[in-house]
T-cell receptor, first 117, second 111 residues
Framework: GAVVSQHPSRVICKSGTSVKIECRSL??????MFWYRQFPKQSLMLMAT?????????EQGVEKDKFLINHASLTLSTLTVTSAHPEDSSFYIC?????????????FGEGSRLTVL | GENVEQHPSTLSVQEGDSAVIKCTYS??????FPWYKQELGKGPQLIID?????GEKKDQRIAVTLNKTAKHFSLHITETQPEDSAVYFC??????????FGKGTTLSVSS
């Protein structure tokens, strides 16, 4: 199956700093990538849809200026949490679908656990 | 947009018993329905999926059924084993959109 890689898997940062998370499709081109956030014992909540070469579409309640998404190539999307605060501590997961015909399946990264002190 | 409801939130069974988790969805245009197993600290792992042109799909001890008219789908695990203990999520989407997840079911299989 298709592989999506996320980096870093874990990151700890101080309050007020920014953190960048990378999501790469290793063996396929992903026109669209999706970013999710998961708090402890909760479900995956869609944050934004990232389209290659255009601005991301954010879900209601997600601050676009705080969660910067860049999808500059067909294999890489990045999520930058700016001026992180403890309430941003969460598990961030990306997923991607193959370019071309949408067969339904999305492929998930391993997730990135962010802890803000 | 799509809304997915999942029940039950927790499920405890004895080893060897069957487990059933049910989900309903709201968007009649959704055509892809996967089930994921998530272990602590890891990303979701696809265990089985079904598309809207199929009513049932089976893979060894796992099966999924889909009722498009009622807009619900179910996961069936037979002969449960302790290693089946995890959180299970259902999800739904249509082409070009994101997967929308249910709230999850914590399955505990005791030996």
């Amino acid at each position: 199956g298709a592989v999506v890689s996320q980096h870093p898997s874990r990151v700890i940062c101080k309050s007020g700093t920014s953190v960048k998370i990378e999501c790469r499709s290793l063996d396929f081109q992903a026109t669209t990538m999706f970013w999710y956030r998961q708090f402890p014992k909760q479900s995956l909540m869609l944050m934004a849809t990232s389209n290659e070469g255009s601005k991301a579409t954010y879900e209601q309640g997600v601050e676009k200026d705080k969660f910067l998404i860049n999808h500059a190539s067909l294999t890489l999307s990045t999520l930058t949490v700016t001026s992180a605060h403890p309430e941003d501590s969460s598990f961030y997961i990306c997923s991607a679908g193959r370019g071309g015909a949408d067969t339904g399946e999305l492929f998930f990264g391993e997730g990135s656990r962010l802890t803000v002190l | 947009g799509e809304n997915v409801e999942q029940h039950p939130s927790t499920l405890s069974v004895q080893e060897g018993d069957s487990a059933v988790i049910k989900c309903t969805y709201s968007d009649s245009a959704s055509n892809y329905f996967p089930w994921y197993k998530q272990e602590l600290g890891k990303g979701p792992q696809l265990i089985i999926d079904i598309r809207s042109n199929v009513g049932e799909k089976k893979d060894q001890r796992i099966a999924v059924t889909l009722n498009k008219t009622a807009k619900h789908f179910s996961l069936h695990i037979t002969e449960t084993q302790p290693e089946d203990s995890a959180v299970y999520f259902c999800a739904a989407r249509r082409a070009g959109t994101a997967l929308i997840f249910g709230k999850g079911t914590t399955l505990s299989v005791s030996s």
